[in-house]
């Protein structure tokens, strides 16, 4: 099934290093949150077809902002959070990324849903977990990207599927997040992860239309580089 929205086109906008600073227009989004060194900022260049669109790094926990790009020119964010819990850095450093990311989450009203990505070797740490719970208190949808699939054999991988739902299932999470495995280096995984996308962006757009809610579709310019 071919995407409704163009991946393809997302571009970089803004950075910010906390949630006043994130961009007021009222433009739908989904973020990408995750551990660092699980593959978060592949998975977003698999999807916009563009290998230098998110920054990389082998130096976990390099990206500290809270990264921007708009689809094209459709009033649309893909929102590329800061990795968690395995940077490097000073424990007063981490506590202000994990107050940052939990501002965002509780109080974002743009954001639509969250991809949560882990490597398939090691889902559901105890950060994932607390991305989990936040997104239930939030009462927002969230899919799991289960990264590096191709890291296993066939079976394996889905044995680690198998056994992530049914986590989910005994947590009581079963309804409110999706799961499915995804390789940015074989690309296995993109037309899955887009529907998912699309639901909720095209949902929220047909919602705000009904409410009365024009969304803006004016392009936010460049600010800040990422890091």
């Known amino acids: 099934m071919t995407s409704s929205l163009k991946y393809a086109s997302a571009q970089f906008v803004t950075s910010a290093p906390k949630l006043a600073l994130c961009p007021t227009t009222p433009l739908a989004e989904v973020a990408f949150a995750g551990r660092s060194n699980a593959g978060k900022s592949s998975a977003i260049n698999t999807l916009a077809r563009n290998k230098s669109l998110a920054r990389t790094s082998k130096t976990p926990g390099r990206t500290q902002l809270i990264n921007f790009f708009q689809l094209g020119t459709h009033p649309y964010y893909l929102v590329d959070l800061p990795g968690y819990g395995f940077a490097k850095v000073p424990e007063a450093v981490k506590q202000k990324w994990q107050r940052h990311l939990s501002e965002y989450l509780h109080q974002r009203h743009q954001l639509k849903g969250v991809v949560l990505v882990m490597d398939i070797r090691h889902p559901l740490t105890e950060f994932d977990?607390?991305?989990?719970?936040?997104?239930?208190?939030?009462?927002?949808?969230?899919?799991?990207?289960?990264?590096?699939?191709?890291?296993?054999?066939?079976?394996?991988?889905k044995n680690a599927l198998f056994q992530v739902q049914k986590s989910l299932a005994e947590a009581g999470w079963a309804d409110l997040v999706s799961v499915q495995k995804f390789s940015s280096l074989k690309r296995e995984g993109i037309q899955t992860l887009e529907q998912v996308l699309d639901t909720w962006l095209l949902e929220a757009a047909v919602l705000e239309k009904e409410c009365g809610v024009a969304g803006d579709t004016t392009e936010i310019p460049s600010g800040s580089n990422q890091a």
């Open 129 to 157: 977990q607390m991305m989990l719970q936040w997104a239930d208190e939030r009462h927002l949808p969230l899919h799991i990207l289960l990264t590096k699939a191709d890291k296993l054999k066939s079976g394996a991988a």
